[in-house]
């Protein structure tokens, strides 16, 4: 199996920045692209950025020029910085990893456990 483990998310004042971190383990043969979404009350989960294994990025409208994803390869980790964060920002955001546990096997999502981040004075 494989384990996603975020953290970093917290408290925050409008206007200010949080970093995140997702840490993958476990059986992974091959990391592909990894990224980050989020869910706030009464929401669907929507896509926030993903990074792939190359280090194409992309971005959500609503984050675009705010949010910065970024991942290091060699510790199987990806980054979320989040600045000039607003209130609407306030979600659960959960990591996400495609990854193929096993040589010519599928490639598979996997989720973290959610870190909570909450932008409010």
């Known amino acids: 199996q494989v384990q996603l483990v975020e953290s970093g998310g917290g408290l925050v004042q409008p206007g200010g920045s949080l970093r995140l971190s997702c840490a993958a383990s476990?059986?992974?043969?091959?990391?592909?692209?990894m990224g980050w979404y989020r869910q706030a009350p009464g929401e669907q989960r929507e896509l926030v950025a993903t990074i792939t294994s190359g280090g194409t990025t992309n971005y959500a409208d609503p984050v675009k020029g705010r949010f910065t994803i970024s991942r290091d390869n060699a510790k199987n980790t990806v980054y979320l910085q989040m600045n000039s964060l607003k209130p609407e920002d306030t979600a659960v955001y959960y990591c996400n990893a495609i990854v193929q546990t096993y040589y010519g096997g599928n490639y598979r999502p996997f989720w973290g456990q959610g870190a909570q981040v909450t932008v409010s004075s």
């Open positions: 476990g059986s992974i043969f091959r990391l592909n692209a």
